[in-house]
T-cell receptor
Framework: GAGVSQTPSNKVTEKGKYVELRCDPI?????LYWYRQSLGQGPEFLIY????????DSGLPNDRFFAVRPEGSVSTLKIQRTERGDSAVYLC????????????????FGPGTRLTVL | GQQLNQSPQSMFIQEGEDVSMNCTSS?????WLWYKQDPGEGPVLLIA?????ELTSNGRLTAQFGITRKDSFLNISASIPSDVGIYFC??????????FGAGTRLTVKP
């Protein structure tokens, strides 16, 4: 079956602009995660959805970042008034239930969206 | 910031050699995972460990969940050119908030 897909694969924008990044999780996965990966670093957790609700948004760096998952499937990460420091690869992952410690909860990652803020 | 210390940062080895990398943490984790990431791709799960002391193999890969629950290692035996990539450890305490190490960049010379 299809894996996690993310669009666009690359996004170049100017400082101060608004961007939306989309994630299509694996069908049937209730848990969805967003991560940000800076060059030479591992992914850093941003936000976790269980169904339609954000169960944990403690990783969002500030209020310019917001994410939604209105129907419990596709999610959109929204960044307002982009800054050069927002440049990174934004990764999305999904898992079956989101409960750790069980094999069914493995997180499967998409290919990411590379965001460049000029 | 990240709480996991992953080492080494990079490795240059000859094809056929064995590789070992490890992660340590100041926090206890319930789950340790090892991922591999190729350029332009998201991380792909290699091995997941769920119990302290657990030793798990996946082909030429072997990983262990440390007894203290604060460390893990990954071994790759008889490396081949396609093992090239960046390997990440990750620790998970609860249902979310998986924390990653900074990665080990592996180069395999034929």
């Amino acid at each position: 079956g299809a894996g996690v897909s993310q669009t666009p694969s690359n996004k170049v924008t100017e400082k101060g602009k608004y961007v939306e990044l989309r994630c299509d999780p694996i069908s049937g996965h209730t848990a969805l995660y967003w991560y940000r990966q800076s060059l030479g670093q591992g992914p850093e957790f941003l936000i976790y959805f269980q169904g339609t609700g954000a169960a944990d948004d403690s990783g969002l760096p500030n209020d310019r970042f917001f994410a939604v998952r209105p129907e419990g499937s596709v999610s959109t990460l929204k960044i307002q008034r982009t800054e050069r420091g927002d440049s990174a690869v934004y990764l999305c992952a999904s898992s079956h239930t989101g409960t750790s410690g069980r094999k069914s909860d493995t997180q499967y990652f998409g290919p990411g969206t590379r965001l460049t803020v000029l | 910031g990240q709480q996991l210390n992953q080492s080494p940062q990079s490795m240059f080895i000859q094809e056929g050699e064995d590789v070992s990398m490890n992660c340590t943490s100041s926090s206890i984790f319930n789950t340790w995972l090892w991922y591999k990431q190729d350029p332009g791709e998201g991380p792909v799960l290699l091995i997941a460990l769920y119990k302290a002391g657990e030793l798990t193999s996946n082909g030429r890969l072997t990983a262990q969940f440390g007894i203290t629950r604060k460390d893990s290692f990954l071994n790759i035996s008889a490396s081949i050119p396609s093992d090239v990539g960046i390997y990440f450890c990750a620790g998970q305490e609860g249902d979310n908030d998986m924390r990653f190490g900074a990665g080990t960049r592996l180069t395999v010379k034929p």
